[in-house]
């Protein structure tokens, strides 16, 4: 449905993206994770034309988005703020969107207004910040495109909103096949939600992999040993999760034999495998470019 070929991206002569490459299906929930500065959001505005690529191909459909405008019709961005939305109010945002996007579904978007009691009459700038969101990701599925970018759609709102957030997401997805793009910092959301996810990494997308191939890939490795291995570890480039005197927990490919066999040869006192969740795959991939 969408495909971004080989795209590349320089800003204030600093390359930000690097022959990124991606194509997503019909009602696929794809997360894409990376450390901040990355080239996210980036990416989604060079998907929306926002901002426009330096090298590379944006195809909907088989249909490239630069030479046919309409087709951003289908393609909606719903960034962290909306500024364009301040100073109207829910019934203007409807009158001024019906025009634009001749799908939109005013009978739908009043049926989830209501649903979530958002008011109708205050401007967009006087909502909370959790209500603004729910308001914006409603006018999104109502304007019934075939692709959403959510750029951090649940960042800075509280545990009940996230909730129905998250669930009108997948029941979009659920009855109507739309396809949703998503960047966030809460990895529990990614996790609950996405079917596969891909890491932004050093300029390009890397790792794709599917939610459940994750959990099979990695585990988690709990060990004792009788003396401070730290500095060892960290030369091997093993990730470490925790540690407290000598007890670690660390992050292990399964296919990575030869680091199993080294940590084996250390003669551990303790050896625990548990399975692993996406903050520690996360963490296990960009955490070790940190200073420790």
């Known amino acids: 449905m969408l495909e971004v070929k080989n795209l590349t991206k320089t800003l204030n002569k600093d390359k930000v993206l690097k022959d990124v490459s991606l194509k997503l299906d019909p009602g696929e929930i794809f997360g894409l994770l990376g450390r901040n500065g990355s080239g996210k959001t ?27 405008p309409l087709v951003k019709r289908k393609i909606i961005f719903v960034p962290v703020q909306n500024s364009f939305y301040d100073r109207y109010t829910y019934k203007e945002l409807v009158r001024i969107l019906k ?3 001749p799908d939109f579904d005013v009978t739908y978007a009043n049926e989830l207004i209501n649903r979530y009691s958002l008011p109708e009459t205050k401007k967009y700038r006087e909502l909370s910040t959790g209500l603004k969101k729910q308001m914006a990701l409603i006018l999104a599925f109502a304007i019934r495109p075939a692709v959403i970018l959510l750029d951090e759609p649940t960042d800075g709102i509280d545990a009940v909103t996230r909730h129905d957030l998250l669930q009108l997401m997948i029941d979009e997805v659920a009855q109507r096949q739309t396809t949703i793009l998503i960047t966030s910092h809460r990895l529990e959301d990614i996790e609950r939600i996405c079917n596969r996810i891909g890491f932004l990494e050093d300029n390009t997308l890397s790792s794709v992999m599917d939610m459940d191939a994750l959990k099979e890939d990695y585990v988690k490795i709990q060990v004792a040993f009788e003396a401070d291995v730290t500095l060892k570890i960290r030369e091997r480039g093993i990730s470490i999760l925790e540690s407290t005197g000598v007890f670690y927990t660390l992050i292990l490919e399964k296919k990575d034999q030869e680091n199993r066999k080294w940590l084996d040869s250390l003669n551990p006192k303790v050896w625990n495998e548990l399975p692993v969740n996406l903050e520690e795959v996360f963490i296990s991939k960009f955490g070790g470019k940190r200073r420790w």
């Not at 929306?48 to 630069?66: A, K, T």
């Open 99 to 101: 025009p634009i996007y």
């Open 42 to 68: 980036t990416l989604l505005r060079c998907i929306q034309q926002i901002v426009l690529p330096d090298q590379g191909e944006l195809l909907f459909e088989n249909v490239s988005i630069s030479k046919n």
